[in-house]
Every structure is written in structure tokens, then in C-alpha cells.
């Protein structure tokens, strides 16, 4: 049994001479959150729309549960909740409208889901709010409602955390873990908000200028992020030499301000405070840190890491 529930082959869209997909390999697993990380103008959204069927390869396949003909892509998507592009809503139509207008749409009969979706994403307040009086952050909250309509097995949400404030972030990250663990709901989502990414995706797909560069589960990036020594000494440029010459495996980055970054120490912090102080460096400060998502992939753009 095929365990990927969203797999891309090749995926390349162009349009006109402008390629936003370039042969792109993508491997969301069932039960994983997966997300993309990526610039803008990197195909995030491009990507999203393909599996949304807003918008078509140019070469390549899109599979969903395995299925990749166009008559089983449309009836595996049903299984599949999307908050991609802003949902098209009704100015003068009340939150409640809008969901039983979506409900007719989805061919969904049981009415009961907008009360229990209304309460999930925590807009009762709003229930009978026009969308047009509605906030950026209750759009979003809304646009979630929509997607989870019909008990899909699977939410591909585009940037779902634009527009929150950090209590509605907070709030959301808890819901989307409550999905995933309580409800079985495999998750697909993109956000530029990479600290928030960090803290619930089991999974990332790194994508630029249109490339996948890298898909990694979430332990094995906790693995190449491993603790790093920061060192603030007196002379950066004698003290980077001296430990090229003492601990020629090291890796390491200078910093402004006279520091100097040690990633993946090979040595304990004694040793790095002993080097200076035969050398008459002085340090100001050291300190262990570890690297995070954002290090992680603004280091695997400067690499240029190869397709995936």
C-alpha cells in the first residue's frame, strides 16, 4: 500500500516562458504534517493550486491516494480539504450563510458540521457577522471552516497563519495538532512564517525558484541542527586561524562583532576557551545555541543543494 497521500512526479508548470514548478518531486506521508518553506515567487502556491486542480501540469503527474488519472484525482480531492488562494466569499453573506452556501456546493447534508465547524475554529462570536465586516485573521479562520467541511482525511492550507495575532497563532497551531492527532487529518501547509513551522511539522519540502532543493522529516533536521558554540572573542580573524590549525574538521562561521560560530563543536567548550587564552585572545562570551529552521534554510539556499 502506497503510504504517501499527496506525491508529485516531475511536476513542472511553466507559464509561457516563465517556469514556477521545475520538475518537482514532492512526498507527503499519511499522518504527517508536511510543510513547504519557501520565498516568495518560490512555487508554494503554484504547487498548492496544481493539487487543488485550480491549475494543470505542463508536464509531469500529480498523484492523491495513489490515483493520478484526471477522473480519480477529481474524486480523490473530495477527500481532501482546501484553504488555497483566498476563499471566494460573499460580501453581504453572515459566516453562517457562507458555510451553509458551501455545504450545498460540497454536497454535504448534514447541517450540524457548521455549528461544530464554527466552534473549531473559534468564530461563534462572528457566526452572524457579514464577511465583509470580518477581520483578515476571521477570513483565515473562516477559509479553515470551509476546508474542513466534509471530514476530509487530508487539509492542504496555504499560509492558514496570515493574518493571526500570536494568541489566534497559538490557537491554530493547537487546532491543527488536535487534527493530526486526535482526528487522523494528514496536513499540507506552506507558511513564511518558519518559527511556527518549526514547532509543528514532522516534515518540510524546501522549495526554490521553483526547485524542490531538499524534503526532510523533522527528527533528521533536529539532527543536522545540532548545538552550535558561539564565541565572542577579541580578534575573530587570528582566533578563526589558530583553530584551523588546532581543529581542522571544525565548521564554522564568522560573524559580525568579532564572533565566530561553531557548528557541530568536535571538541568540549574548554578546549575552544584554552585556544584563545594561549594565544592571548581574550573571549567576552560563549554560549551554545542551536540552529534553527530559518538558519537551516537560509544555509541549504547558499549551498545550492541539489534537486530532490
Known amino acids: 500500500m502506497n503510504d504517501y497521500v499527496i506525491e508529485t512526479k516531475q511536476a513542472t508548470k511553466a507559464y509561457g516562458s516563465l517556469l514556477a514548478l521545475d520538475n518537482v518531486n514532492i512526498h507527503v ?65 453572515t459566516i453562517e450563510q457562507t458555510l451553509k452556501y458551501y455545504c450545498i456546493q460540497k454536497g454535504i447534508p448534514d447541517r450540524k458540521k457548521i455549528g461544530e465547524m464554527i466552534k473549531l475554529t473559534g468564530i461563534e462570536e462572528k457566526r452572524n457577522s457579514k464577511c465583509k465586516n470580518l477581520s483578515l485573521g476571521q477570513k483565515q479562520r473562516l477559509g479553515l471552516a470551509i476546508a474542513m467541511l466534509g471530514q476530509p482525511q487530508v487539509l492542504v492550507l496555504d499560509e492558514p497563519i496570515n493574518g493571526l495575532d500570536p494568541s489566534g497563532i497559538i490557537e491554530l497551531r493547537n487546532l491543527l495538532h488536535h487534527l493530526n492527532e486526535e482526528k487522523k487529518i494528514t496536513i499540507l501547509l506552506s507558511s513564511h512564517i518558519l518559527s511556527e513551522l518549526e514547532q509543528i511539522a514532522t516534515a518540510y519540502g524546501f522549495l526554490s525558484k521553483g526547485n524542490l532543493i531538499e524534503e526532510i522529516s523533522a527528527h533528521e533536521l533536529h539532527e543536522k541542527c545540532s548545538d552550535c558554540i558561539e564565541i565572542k572573542v577579541s580578534d575573530v580573524e587570528k582566533y578563526s586561524v589558530i583553530l584551523e590549525r588546532n581543529v581542522p574538521k571544525e565548521t564554522y562561521k564568522v560573524l559580525p562583532k568579532n564572533t565566530i560560530r561553531i557548528h557541530k563543536p568536535q571538541a568540549q567548550p574548554e578546549v575552544y576557551s584554552k585556544l584563545a587564552s594561549d594565544n592571548h585572545i581574550y573571549i567576552t562570551s560563549m554560549r551554545t545555541i542551536q540552529s534553527s529552521l530559518e538558519d537551516y534554510y537560509m544555509e541549504l539556499k547558499k549551498r545550492g543543494a541539489g534537486k530532490c
Open 29 to 93: 506521508k499519511r499522518g504527517s504534517i508536511y510543510g513547504l518553506v519557501g520565498d516568495n515567487g518560490a512555487g508554494k502556491s503554484t504547487l498548492l493550486k496544481l493539487l487543488a486542480g485550480h491549475s494543470y501540469v505542463t508536464k509531469g503527474e500529480i498523484q492523491l491516494f495513489g490515483k493520478h488519472e484526471e477522473k480519480e484525482l477529481e474524486s480523490s480531492r473530495k477527500k481532501i480539504g482546501f484553504m488555497v488562494e483566498h476563499t471566494g466569499f460573499f460580501a453581504d453573506l
